[in-house]
């Protein structure tokens, strides 16, 4: 067999392995560290720089003015507001995925099981801003859910439900629970999958071992296969909640005025032009995610996903 | 590979008792939830109504098809998001391939920081990826346009060719590789003639996702676009707008479809083999 140079070049890098192996990440981790990791640590930089409310100029002195501007009140209340509403999202999204998901894994075969999981994929990956724009549509007064509301006789019960504090407001598309709605049904896939991955994973002769020993089949899901599941509602939870912190959209065409973090970073970037306090700004959702991120390592939810 | 008893296909199938029905209910509604708002979006693109939301549609024209293909804006918001996508993608594969291969198999020290970076463009809040883009950016004197779009949905495009690519190089045995070279392949011969054929619709499946993520993304776009308007953002910027209605509801329609098509396709080329549901994030 005569030899070609590419032979000694595959030799060359079969016998050192880890040459090799850092060849082929090269690329990746250059641009990695350079584009992402390198502008976010030069985001973070910039959250030090200082900001003139006068002549709304940006200069490069070190100060801490940014971080302590989020303890002002007006701040916090963003803070908290977004946070509630990921919270609320969040528990949205379980109550109504977590049957689709269970329905999905474990009652579903060859072509149902197809069209759920195509039927949870598809709006997933269905444009996001055209799925709000879907919801503008639908929330408006005139809109379907007014229409279905006023045939259906159920006219008065929607607009009790819209007096009622927090959630309600003067109609559907500018109310707290038309926001809620919106942001549920944008990232009720996000939750689904990794539950169902869950679900999914759990024995089926664990369930059955549960019953031989005599459980009714509430308590076998109660106490077997809820508590194996939970990783996978974590998992869920982390997009619902990191993409809940940092949408700016949503809250701009549904719901009440009153600014969320994702809003405020725009605002104090795009028309205010203080980076350095929009920058200090996304440190919450960060420092958020990363606490997030650590508790759902430590329950195992990574498996999940 | 490790084998997983959980995931054993026909456990449980055999003789499982049927769904209660609330259990069923909740199940198809919440299915019927996840596609109200897409079906009644198509229905609104053929209305004949111009000017509002109202409910139920008034009649059937195509008339707003013809008005939006004549539009210069909106073809010229098509063609950069096809670029956009386009050169988003292959950087993607390239990038993702390369690392799926330095990792699949191997663990090495940082192997997991490097994962996580990976993660983190779409765990962390689009605006935050956004932004710091735009403020580099800006640091730089880099004039927002094509090619800083590109950067940015290259990014987060990364992470869906990466998890495809390595879950299907799991799945090769290591022993077909050393087959081929006891064969006396070398490694350049093994991997075109052995791993390449396999690896094949994993890349279409994770180039495909990247293009469909790369195509609707608006978050981190409107931060690093400039003034050039992709498809998403030309609809961002007609929301404001009741005159534009129509044109809006056909153009959203299109969006929708040329983002759905090709996700059916990824999911179908990667179907039976697990890893669509890896390949998601």
């Given at each position: ?136 549509m639908?929330?408006?007064?005139g809109g379907v859910?007014?229409w ?158 | ?38 079906v009644l979006l198509a229905i609104y693109a053929f209305n004949t109504e111009q000017s509002a939301f109202s409910f139920p549609p008034r009649g059937f024209t195509l008339k707003w098809f013809a008005q939006a293909a004549a ?171 009741p005159r534009n209605v129509p044109v809006t509801n056909v153009v959203a329609l ?28």
């Amino acid at each position: 067999v005569s030899r070609r140079p590419a032979d000694g070049l595959s030799t060359f890098f079969y016998r050192r392995r880890r040459l090799y192996l850092w060849l082929l990440l090269t690329p990746p981790l250059l641009w990695f560290g350079v584009v992402f990791v390198g502008s976010l640590c030069a985001l973070v930089w910039q959250s030090t720089y200082t900001f003139d409310d006068f002549t709304m100029q940006v200069t490069p002195d070190f100060t801490w003015a940014n971080y302590q501007a989020l303890a002002r009140d007006a701040n916090l209340d963003i803070v908290v507001r977004t946070v509630g509403m990921a919270i609320a999202v969040t528990l949205g999204c379980v109550v109504i995925g977590f049957p689709i998901a269970y329905y999905m894994a474990r009652y579903t075969r060859g072509w149902t099981r197809g069209l759920f999981y195509v039927g949870v994929m598809l709006p997933m990956w269905a444009s996001y801003i055209v799925k709000a724009y879907a919801w503008t549509m639908i929330l408006s007064k005139g809109g379907v859910v007014y229409w279905i509301a006023d045939h259906s006789g159920l006219r008065g019960l929607l607009d009790w439900l819209l007096t009622l504090p927090y959630i309600g407001g003067n109609s559907l598309s500018t109310s707290n629970l038309g926001r809620w709605l919106v942001f549920v049904y944008a990232w009720l896939p996000f939750m689904i999958l990794p539950m169902h991955a869950a679900i999914e994973r759990v024995p089926g002769n664990l369930l059955e071992a549960s019953a031989d020993l005599g459980a009714r089949p509430w308590q076998s899901f109660q106490s077997v296969l809820l508590p194996l599941a939970f990783p996978g509602v974590v998992a869920g939870s982390i997009f619902t909640f990191s993409l809940t912190l940092g949408d700016y959209i949503i809250p701009q065409l549904v719901g009440p005025p009153g600014l969320y973090i994702g809003t405020m970073v725009n605002l104090q970037q795009g028309s205010l032009g203080n980076l350095p306090l929009a920058a200090a700004f996304t440190a919450v959702p960060i420092a958020i995610i990363s606490v997030y991120l650590w508790g759902a390592r430590r329950l195992g939810a990574f498996d999940a996903l | 590979m490790p084998s997983d008893p959980g995931r054993r296909p026909g456990r449980r199938r055999d003789d499982g008792p049927r769904a209660p029905w609330p259990l069923r209910i909740a199940a198809w509604g919440g299915l019927v939830f996840l596609h109200v708002p897409i079906v009644l979006l198509a229905i609104y693109a053929f209305n004949t109504e111009q000017s509002a939301f109202s409910f139920p549609p008034r009649g059937f024209t195509l008339k707003w098809f013809a008005q939006a293909a004549a539009r210069d804006d909106v073809v010229a918001a098509i063609v950069l998001s096809l670029k956009v996508a386009a050169v988003a993608t292959l950087c993607a594969l390239l990038l993702g391939t390369l690392a799926a291969l330095a990792m699949a198999r191997r663990t090495f020290l940082g192997k997991d920081v490097i994962t996580l970076t990976f993660i983190l463009p779409i765990a962390l809040p689009g605006i935050i990826t956004g932004i710091a883009l735009h403020s580099v950016f800006e640091l730089g004197d880099v004039t927002p346009g094509f090619w800083t779009i590109a950067i940015g949905h290259t990014t987060f495009c990364v992470v869906v060719v990466y998890n495809n690519v390595v879950a299907r190089l799991r799945r090769i045995p290591p022993g077909m590789i050393e087959a081929a070279m006891d064969l006396g392949a070398n490694g350049l011969t093994a991997f075109r003639t052995v791993i390449l054929p396999q690896l094949a619709t994993a890349l279409l499946a994770g180039g495909i996702l990247a293009f469909g993520l790369s195509f609707d993304e608006l978050i981190v776009t409107t931060f690093t676009a400039g003034h050039d308007k992709t498809l998403p953002i030309w609809l961002l910027n007609q929301l404001g707008r009741p005159r534009n209605v129509p044109v809006t509801n056909v153009v959203a329609l299109v969006v929708m479809t040329l983002t759905v098509l090709p996700i059916i396709g990824a999911w179908w080329l990667t179907r039976g083999t697990e890893d669509t549901r890896g390949a998601i994030r």
